[in-house]
């Protein structure tokens, strides 16, 4: 049975779709099975992998009919052993339409569960704010994990996601945080130093150890339609992103 983790901020910009990508990919050098689950309807973590104008179908028809199966594609050009559920932006509509149906926040897990066994992992991205997907996302998940950025701004979007898992667990008694990335760190800023300190003091060990530090490459992959593994010159990305894979592997 697959383990599965949403990657959710209630706060755009910090990075979900990257670390999604990246640690799905990264977990397949693992020699993990992974999962995708692009749950926005922008579409970002579809086109991280350059399969935005190949999807006939998306996450949004297996969310409004139940009898529909979810819309696995390979990703295999970028990664053997990783598999993605495109979206698109038709998926806005369809948050709407559910709306009026029955087990609305129940679509994607009951989905979810007539493919985890062939998987060891499923990784969801999310859109930044708690809408019917993102709710789906968490009642889906047993973990999340949490990017942010070391800014202070973004420690109001924690808290606020933090009350957010808090509730839901009211639907889904067994998800819990899996940990918070400092995700797009410079540590050359003291803001941002400052702000990765009180992180850890505040939160702890439910900090990851493994922080992704600003790097060009990391944008240049995902512009190119592959992960950090698969980008000429991305080896440093690659290695941070390694470090993550192993950490969210021991947290069990």
Known sequence: MARIIAVANQKGGVGKTTTTANLGASLT??????????MDP????????GLEKQAERTIADALLDRHCPLPIVAANHSQVGLDLVPSAIPLAGAEAALMNKLGRELRLRDQLAAVDDAYDFILIDTPPALGLLTINALVAATAVVVPTEARFFSL??????????EEITYLNP????????????DRRLREERAVADYLRNRWGDLVFRTEIGTNSKIL??????TSVFRYPGAERAAEMYLALAREVVERG
């Open 156 to 165: 109001q979007g924690l808290q606020m996601l933090q009350e957010s898992i």
């Open 174 to 185: 067994r998800l819990a945080m899996l940990g918070i990335l400092l995700s797009k760190l």
């Open 29 to 38: 050098e693992l020699n993990r099975r992974v999962l995708l689950v692009d």
């Open 42 to 49: 922008q579409g970002n973590l579809t086109a991280a992998f």
């Open 220 to 225: 240049e992959a995902g512009s190119a339609g």
